[in-house]
C-alpha cells in the first residue's frame, strides 16, 4: 500500500448525475484517484464494507475499474463485487447493491454521451439504498476534493475481469459476477413473461436498438433467450468501447435506422432503445413515437397489469421539466404526484419511504421502487406487459390514453455548446423579470405564475434552490429553462414547453406547429436567440 501526494482539482462538483468530464481529463495524472479518494474520505464507513463496481463498458472503463480496485483495498474495502468485463448496467448496479447489501457502488459512465479517447467518462458513487446519493453528500465529496492532499493505492497486478470467480487484493476479497443473471431474474419477477412469450409466439415482432452499449447482454438474454424472440430482433448489441462511433443516446438523431425501420411500410409491431448505460428507454409503435412524459403517465395508468404492480401504485413522482401528463393519471388514481428538481438523486428519498412506486424524466427515464435508478429495460418490459395484457397496438394505448386524460403537447429545445456567460445572462434575464411577469399578456396568453423552482424534500426537508426558471400560463400552457448539469463542453440550455389539450379539443396536431407561439414567448421573455446569437436549438427533442 502506498499514500501518494497529490494536488487538488478545482472541477470535481458533480453534477446532475455524477462527476462528468472529457476522457482527456480522467486521464490526467491523480484526476481519477483524487475524486475517488474524496469519496472515501467522505464515507468512513467504506472501509470494512462492501461495494459494487461497474460500468457500461466504454473507453476508460477497464483501466478505471483497476484503479478503483487498488484504491479499495488500500482503502480498507473488505469485499467488492464486480461485473464481469467490467460491464454493469445503471439499473444492474442498483440491483446488485440492494440485493447484496451493498455499503455503496461506483457505476461508472457518461451515459448517453460519446466514448472512445475523444469523448466522455464518467463516475457515479451510489448509496446503501442503490440510488445516486443526496445532494449533501456529493457536497461533501466536491469539498473534500478541493483540499485533497494524498490518496491511497495499493500496487498489484490487474485483476483479470474477465472470469467470473474469486479474487483478491491483499486483505481485500473480489468477486467477478455475471452481470446479467440477477438483473434478468428480478424482470421476470416483475412482468408477466409468460404473456409476453405468447405474444411473441403468435407473430408480435419487436426491434431492440442497443446502441452498442450496455444493454446488448441483457437484451439477449431477456428478449431472446427467456421471451423467446428471434436474434435478428435486435440491433447492435454488442457492447463496444466507443459504442461503433456513434452517441448512445435513444432519439431520432442518434438511434437513426431503428426510426426509420419503425416509420416505414416494414415496421414491427414494437421498437425501443437505450442508451450508454442502460438506464433511459424510447418506445416506439407501428409509426408512432411515445415521448417520455407520455410513457410516465400511460405507465402510471396502466402498471397494475403487470404481476409486480397488481397492488396499485402509492404515487408517482416527475422531474419539474417533465409534462404534467402524470399529474392528470394521479388526480384520477387519487394518489400522490411529486414534482422533483431534474435528476434521479431527488426520487431516492421517495422511494425509500414509499411515497411513491413510479417515478420518470421527460429525458428519457422512467423506473419505479425495483432499484434507485432509472430503468430502460424495465420500461420496455412494462410496454410489453401492457400491450400483451391489453391487446392494444402501441398507437391505441396512446390515443385511448389522450381520450382519456387530454393531451400535453411536449417539447424541449436544446442549445447545446453555448458561451456559459451568455446562458447564465439568459437565465438571469428572466429571473429579473418574475415580479412583474404575471398578468401580462404575450401572443394571447397571460401568464398565471413566474418562479424559480425550489424544492424542499418532503423526507428529509432539505431544500435545492435554483432548479429552473417556470413561467405558467392561465391555459394550463408553461415553459420551463434551465442549464444542464452533465454537458462537458460550454454550457446546454434547455427550454422546455408544453401545452395542454383536454379530450375535448384537437388531440391530432403537429407537436412542433403546435408549441410555435409557446417558443416565441419564451424568446420574447428570454431573449434567447439573440443572446446566443443562434437562429435555431442545437436538437429539438
Ligand atoms: C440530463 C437530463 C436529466 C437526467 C440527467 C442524467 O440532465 O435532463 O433528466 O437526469 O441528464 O441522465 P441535464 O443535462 O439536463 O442536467
Ligand atoms: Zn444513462
Known amino acids: 500500500m502506498r499514500t501518494v501526494s497529490t494536488v487538488p482539482f478545482t472541477d470535481q462538483k458533480p453534477g446532475t448525475s455524477g462527476l462528468r468530464k472529457q476522457v482527456k481529463t480522467f486521464q490526467k495524472p491523480g484526476y481519477l484517484e483524487n475524486f475517488v479518494q474524496s469519496i472515501f474520505d467522505s464515507l468512513p464507513e467504506l472501509s470494512g464494507g462492501t461495494l459494487v463496481i461497474g460500468g457500461d463498458g466504454r473507453f476508460f472503463n477497464d483501466k478505471a475499474i483497476q484503479t478503483i480496485l487498488s484504491m479499495a483495498a488500500a482503502n480498507g474495502v473488505k469485499k467488492a463485487l464486480v461485473g464481469q468485463s467490467g460491464l454493469l448496467s445503471t439499473p444492474a448496479a442498483s440491483c446488485v447493491i440492494r440485493k447484496y447489501g451493498a455499503d455503496g457502488g461506483f457505476v461508472l459512465s457518461a451515459s448517453h454521451n460519446p466514448g472512445g479517447p475523444n469523448g466522455d467518462f464518467g463516475i457515479k458513487y451510489n448509496g446503501k439504498n442503490g440510488g445516486p446519493v443526496v445532494e449533501s453528500v456529493t457536497e461533501k465529496i466536491f469539498a473534500r476534493s478541493k483540499v485533497i492532499e494524498s490518496y491511497k493505492i495499493t500496487d498489484n497486478d490487474d485483476v483479470n475481469l474477465e472470469k467470473a470467480g474469486l479474487d483478491r487484493i491483499d486483505s481485500m476479497q473480489i468477486e467477478i459476477f455475471n452481470s446479467v443473471t440477477d438483473y434478468a431474474n428480478m424482470m421476470e419477477g416483475l412482468f408477466d413473461f ?116 397488481k397492488k396499485g401504485i402509492a404515487g408517482v413522482a416527475r422531474s419539474m421539466p417533465t409534462s404534467r401528463a402524470a399529474d392528470r393519471v394521479a388526480e384520477k388514481l387519487g394518489i400522490e404526484c411529486f414534482e422533483t428538481p431534474t435528476g434521479w438523486k431527488f426520487f431516492g428519498n421517495l422511494l425509500d419511504a414509499g411515497r411513491i412506486t413510479i417515478c420518470g424524466e421527460e429525458s428519457a427515464g422512467a423506473g419505479s421502487d425495483h432499484v434507485r435508478e432509472k430503468d430502460g429495460l424495465w420500461a420496455i418490459l412494462m410496454w410489453l406487459n401492457i400491450i400483451a395484457v391489453s391487446g392494444k397496438s402501441v398507437e391505441d394505448i396512446l390515443k385511448d390514453h ?140
Open 194 to 309: 409468460d404473456a409476453i412469450r405468447r405474444m411473441f409466439a403468435s407473430g408480435f415482432e419487436i426491434c431492440f436498438d442497443a446502441m452498442h452499449a450496455i444493454t446488448g447482454p441483457y437484451a439477449k438474454e431477456i428478449f431472446v433467450k427467456r421471451l423467446g424472440t428471434s436474434a435478428g430482433s435486435l440491433m447492435n448489441a454488442v457492447p463496444l468501447p466507443d459504442f461503433g462511433g456513434g452517441h448512445p443516446d435513444p432519439g431520432p438523431t442518434y438511434a437513426k435506422e431503428l426510426f426509420a425501420k419503425m416509420f416505414s411500410d416494414k415496421a414491427p409491431n414494437f421498437g425501443a432503445c437505450s442508451d450508454g448505460d442502460g438506464d433511459r428507454n424510447i418506445v416506439l409503435g407501428k409509426n408512432t413515437y411515445v415521448s417520455p412524459s407520455d410513457s410516465l403517465a400511460i405507465i402510471t395508468a396502466n402498471a397494475h397489469l403487470a404481476k409486480g404492480y
Open 402 to 541: 389522450w381520450q382519456e386524460f387530454g393531451r400535453n403537447y411536449y417539447a424541449r429545445h436544446d442549445y447545446e455548446s453555448v458561451d456559459k456567460i451568455k446562458a447564465e445572462k439568459i437565465m438571469r434575464t428572466v429571473e429579473q423579470q418574475l415580479a412583474e411577469l404575471p398578468g401580462k399578456s404575450f401572443h394571447g396568453e397571460t401568464i398565471l405564475k413566474a418562479d424559480s423552482f425550489a424544492y424542499t424534500d418532503p423526507i428529509d426537508g432539505s431544500v435545492s434552490k435554483n432548479q429552473g426558471m417556470r413561467i405558467d400560463f392561465e391555459s394550463g400552457s408553461r415553459f420551463v429553462l434551465r442549464l444542464s448539469g452533465t454537458g462537458t463542453v460550454g454550457a446546454t440550455l434547455r427550454v422546455y414547453l408544453e401545452k395542454y389539450v383536454p379530450p375535448t379539443g384537437d388531440l391530432a396536431q403537429d407537436t412542433h406547429k403546435t408549441l410555435a407561439d409557446l417558443d416565441l414567448i419564451a424568446n420574447e421573455i428570454a431573449k434567447i436567440k439573440s443572446t446566443l446569437e443562434r437562429e435555431s436549438p442545437s436538437v429539438i427533442s
